[in-house]
């Protein structure tokens, strides 16, 4: 099993640590990478044409990519607006 995981919810695509979450799932909450506490609905489990709908938590990414020991030239730095 894949220890983080995407999911939508809330209007972003956020990162999750399926071993202190474990499987995401509509109406409960859980708490993101980013430190976020999201509740994702049904439609947050529907995707289209394999692509998701709404844009990436760039701070989950960021986080992933450390957690998981990715080489520094590739965590890329977080954007100012977020």
């Given at each position: ?80 607006n977020?």
């Amino acid at each position: 099993m894949q220890r983080f995981r995407w999911q939508q919810a809330e209007g972003r695509r956020h990162a999750y640590d399926a071993e202190a979450v474990g499987t995401a799932h509509p109406g409960i909450a859980f708490t993101t990478l980013c430190g976020v506490e999201v509740t994702p609905a049904r439609r947050d489990f529907v995707e289209l044409d394999g692509r998701w709908h709404d844009p990436t938590c760039w701070h989950c990414d960021h986080e992933w990519r450390v957690r998981d020991d990715f080489p520094p030239c590739d965590i890329p730095r977080l954007p100012e607006n977020t």
